[in-house]
């Protein structure tokens, strides 16, 4: 643990005892808070505030108590020595009392209550809300209080405290705003903008999770020049678009895809505890009642600033805006939320102090503010939306500054619009455009570093010329790779008059008849069969005197559950929707079960994907021979059948079955083993067993082609078996020596395993081993991950899922951000099918660059590199569609030809990547707007506020040292460069969506 703070704390326990002599949590002699282990892992709570606002950690199991002229500690001896520096020479003294596990605390536990009442049987105390398990110790404590006490609740109280800040922790929220700013500028904004143009845009909980990671990865810390360790999101961002829109601070990203319109967001991020928030609506294609309703919420916030002064209420300020709305706007009052805001800080959110009717807590300097201004259930043409404003401010004596500025919310700032007359250009040309880049920063390299270049450069050269002779013979051989038209299956309702339901048909009403999939509709007085397949959803209403019911249906060029539903015959006339009137039960009972039978059609149709995709197994031999059982017992199985659930893993004839205690049986083949893993357990706590497999098989419901069996090292259960007691030197000394044993052991059983295994298949099964040492960091998929290098594969094997990249399917790699002011990179692996996605690696430190160059070459896989990003999937779906026009214009020689480019500097030498020649580094962030194409998205007044508030984080230097002259020069070259990009691009028509 780090220092604490001793002139904060006891800054704190002054003004802690101050307000318990002065009276400020009512009538009370003393207030008690605690915290035990599971309130400290949980969600917000005063009783985490106080802990983090006194002494700056969690201290869990411990008990504060503190007195008009004094404070009382009663904790472990190991949590008293950490708390009795910071207190010493402190005007609040400060007593400790030690727990004494050999009675359980019962004697200490009295001799604290007995101070405690001694002083006043008044005691004021923090309501455990959530009902959290406050574990034996503070249980027992609490009863002891509470027979001879008088406990008062003082939460309010405490929370009108700590809403008044230091100007220290109003600087921690500055930061933590000015954090907010940029993950939502330059995370937010620009994946959202990226995504508007797609034709398959992310899921909300996709871009939510890229922003979450840029914090987590230190981004916005490195542009700030802070520790990434004091950096940390309050909430998962929150991304919504579509229906239900919702102003909730509750509401979660889901897995619906993002759709132009009204998209909502918001980002909290804390430094150093202290909390911070920013919410912004974006519209796309706008109405015009749409940008008057967001121009007059930007009103409202407004008017709610100017009425935040000290010595006003909360009430008084939540009025403030209901009279502006009332007066101005009488139609929007009804959707008003009920809360404008809340006061934010070590507690995200304050539930004592929100901006709301009839509040009376009076606004002091100095409180930080998160408001929450927005507008819920508007309706448009377009339909449903919702707006939210939310800034964080803090309170002075001159008026409110806001902290979130820097994110502009402006009608410019937060609406697009597409131009339809933009016409888009090639893929080719796209590619080629993005890949030119004249502003890399040029590097003097050593003799032999150039011999070595020159060297590598010819052998990529030639690996090249490689791959593109055989590229021409596989035209040659195979023509086209283009795929061939698929074959569309006949959607049948009835196959014969006998299975139409006559009786049911006679009726003339909606009937759904689920033994045959079909709804039978009645159309001008004839009963009319359509396949549940082809109706693509349905829409009910009650709230007219005559309710209906409307169905939509699936026509040519809508994407159906399968493909046959909408096989266009150019001959025929298709309805697209059809309505009904009639009464509420029959109209509800007809959309009930559409709805429900078009879910089980869907569920049957994914389950029969699932069957039709997999390749029939031979059924696994098994061995009766009990003398050559060869078995690996207590393994865990990813991905597991049941939770938890043990199992064990024997070797027979022709195959591998996991058997696992619930009953189920796994079967692996040898012959469907494509790459077999043995990670031992010297850097992990799991020792595994992992199987990439040619052809997925059937685990539960789902398709699996990677299977790992585990088990973990002993070492967390021998903590948890020794946690109730108190731990010698020899104790620990004998649970390491127990850990290391048993690793020895499990490695042991492991390596006779596979060894026997490789054996048995005369060498057809090789497991190959993780190399440690030559492993780096990257994101396969979500989540920063260390990934390995074996023999024949890239590997992550400890997470979940598994990475399991075989070097065999990979043509060729390319690098992309490839500016070494960069502080990462991303390698993309395009395969030797083009019609797989290729696979990416992001964000791998730049540190890795040479060693993984040198690696692939001394494999023979051709690599190339260049600054920008390219769009994958629309360059391969141009090369897979004129894959012989792709081969007669080069191939991927525009790749090869920009990777030259970029290695050769102004003066023809090599670039290379010595640290000595430059510190100059530029965050990711920064590069990112240099690379966009996004000329019309410039945050250039972001940027100049940026510089000078960069000024309040980094101490200056008297005059202009080496390296700040050496950084001026290469911010000119940069942004000479960039007006060059600029010029460039401009010439060429985008169809990225443009501010207003």
Not at 459 to 477: I, T, V
Not at 529 to 540: A, D, E, R
Request: aromatic residues 8%; hydrophobic residues 35%; glycine residues 4%.
């Amino acid at each position: 643990m780090a220092d604490i703070d001793a002139k904060h704390l006891q800054h704190a326990l002054g003004r802690l005892a101050g307000a318990v002599k002065e009276g400020k949590f009512g009538d009370v002699n003393s207030i008690v808070f605690s915290l035990s282990q599971e309130q400290g892992t949980g969600a917000y709570s005063k009783q985490q505030a106080m802990m983090l606002w006194l002494t700056g950690y969690l201290f869990a199991d411990t008990v504060f108590v503190c007195f008009a002229d004094k404070m009382l500690v009663f904790t472990s001896k190991k949590k008293a020595e950490a708390l009795k520096p910071p207190t010493e020479g402190s005007p609040i003294p400060c007593e400790f009392i030690i727990r004494n596990k050999a009675d359980k605390d019962a004697a200490n536990i009295k001799k604290v209550v007995e101070t405690i009442t001694a002083a006043g049987k008044r005691v004021g105390y923090l309501v455990n809300k959530r009902k959290l398990d406050q574990g034996p110790f503070l249980t027992s404590f609490y009863a002891a209080l509470e027979k001879s006490a008088e406990l008062v609740d003082a939460s309010e109280q405490v929370a009108v405290l700590l809403a008044g800040k230091t100007d220290e922790e109003v600087a921690w929220t500055e930061v933590a705003a000015t954090a907010s700013s940029l993950a939502m500028n330059k995370e937010m904004k620009r994946s959202l903008l990226n995504n508007f143009g797609e034709p398959q845009p992310a899921a909300h909980e996709e871009i939510a999770a890229g922003v979450r990671e840029s914090v987590e990865n230190g981004k916005q810390a490195a542009k700030l020049k802070l520790s990434p360790h004091d950096f940390e999101v309050c909430y998962e961002p929150i991304v919504q678009s579509g229906k239900r829109l919702s102003l909730k601070l509750s509401v979660m990203s889901d897995e619906r895809r993002l759709k132009p319109g009204v998209v909502l967001c918001s980002v909290g991020i804390k430094y150093k505890s202290m909390c911070a928030n920013v919410g912004r609506t974006f519209f796309v294609e706008a109405t015009k009642d749409q940008e008057e309703n967001y121009k007059f919420a930007l009103e409202m916030s407004e008017v709610l600033q100017k009425a935040l002064k000290p010595g006003a209420t909360l009430g008084d300020a939540h009025a403030a805006v209901v009279s502006f709305v009332q007066e101005k706007r009488p139609e929007l009052v009804d959707h008003l939320p009920k809360t404008l805001g809340f006061s934010t800080g070590l507690e995200f959110r304050d539930s004592f102090l929100t901006i709301k009717a009839n509040n009376q807590h009076k606004i002091t300097a100095n409180m930080t503010l998160c408001l929450t201004v927005g507008l819920q259930d508007l309706k448009s043409k377009k339909g449903e939306y919702a707006i939210n404003i939310v800034d964080t401010v803090v309170v002075k004596e001159s008026g409110v500054e806001v902290l979130t500025a820097k994110s502009k919310s402006t009608w410019d700032h937060c609406s697009f619009e597409f131009d339809q007359e933009e016409k888009e250009t090639t893929t080719e040309d796209a590619v080629r455009e993005l890949l030119k880049d004249e502003h890399r920063p040029k590097r003097q390299t050593t003799t032999s570093f150039a011999s070595k270049e020159d060297q590598r450069r010819e052998h990529q050269k030639e690996l090249g010329r490689k791959l593109h002779e055989a590229a021409k013979r596989r035209l040659e051989n195979e023509g086209d790779v283009s795929d061939e038209e698929e074959h569309k299956e006949e959607i049948v309702a009835y196959t014969s008059n006998k299975a139409f339901p006559k009786r049911e048909a006679a009726r003339l009403k909606i009937f759904v008849d689920s033994k045959h999939e079909t709804v039978i509709l009645p159309i001008f007085g004839i009963a009319t069969p359509f396949h549940i397949s082809t109706i693509k959803n349905t829409s009910y209403a009650d709230d007219t005197q005559t309710p209906f019911l409307r169905i939509n249906f699936a026509t040519p060029g809508i994407t159906t559950i399968r493909s046959g539903a909408t096989a266009g015959q150019p001959s025929l006339v298709y309805l697209k929707e059809i309505s009904y009137r009639g009464s509420a039960a029959s109209i509800q009972a007809a959309h009930t079960g559409i709805k429900n039978l078009q879910s089980r059609y869907r569920q049957l149709e994914r389950e029969r994907k699932e069957r039709e995709d997999l390749v029939e197994q031979a059924d696994l031999v098994l061995r009766r021979d009990p003398n050559r059982r060869l078995v690996l017992r207590d393994l865990f199985m990813r991905p597991n059948t049941h939770k938890r659930a043990q199992g064990m893993l024997e070797a027979h004839e022709n195959g591998l079955r996991y058997s696992s205690r619930k009953g189920d049986n796994v079967d692996i083949l040898y012959s469907n083993i494509k790459h077999a893993f043995f990670q031992p357990p010297e850097h992990e706590v799991q020792i595994l067993l992992h199987f990439h497999l040619k052809n997925a098989i059937l685990i539960g419901k789902k398709q699996h082609k990677d299977i790992t069996f585990y088990t973990e090292i002993g070492e967390v259960q021998t903590d948890l078996a020794m946690s109730r007691f108190q731990r010698s030197e020899r104790d620990e000394y004998e649970a390491e020596q127990r850990e290391r044993r048993m690793r020895r052991k499990l490695k042991q059983l492991f390596r006779q395993f596979f060894e026997q295994v490789e054996r048995e298949t005369d060498g057809k099964v090789q497991f190959e081993v993780p190399n440690w040492d030559l492993g780096f960091p990257g994101v396969p998929f979500k989540t920063t991950v260390h990934i390995r290098p074996t023999e024949n594969c890239l590997v992550n094997l400890s997470e979940q899922p598994a990475f399991v990249l075989p070097l065999s399917d990979v043509e060729r790699v390319h690098f992309e951000r490839m500016d070494f002011r960069n502080r990462s990179f991303d390698m993309v692996f395009i395969f030797k099918d083009y019609k797989r996605k290729v696979q990416m690696i992001s964000n791998i430190p730049m540190q890795h660059h040479d060693h993984l160059m040198t690696w692939l070459d001394d494999r023979n896989i051709k690599y190339t590199q260049a600054t920008l990003p390219i769009k994958w999937n629309r360059v391969m779906k141009e090369v897979v569609e004129n894959y012989s026009q792709f081969i007669e214009d080069g191939g991927w020689s525009f790749l090869e030809d920009e990777d030259e480019e970029e290695e050769q500097g102004e003066d023809g030498e090599p670039i290379g990547s010595d640290k000595e020649d430059s510190d100059f580094q530029v965050s990711e962030d920064e590069l990112e707007e240099e690379e966009s194409d996004e000329e019309e998205f410039e945050d250039d007044d972001f940027d100049d506020e940026e510089e000078e508030d960069e000024e309040e984080f980094v101490d200056d230097e008297e005059g202009e040292s080496w390296e700040e002259l050496e950084r001026q020069a290469a911010e000119e070259d940069r942004k000479r460069a960039h007006n060059q990009h600029e010029e460039r691009t401009s010439r060429q028509p985008s169809k990225r969506p443009k501010r207003r």
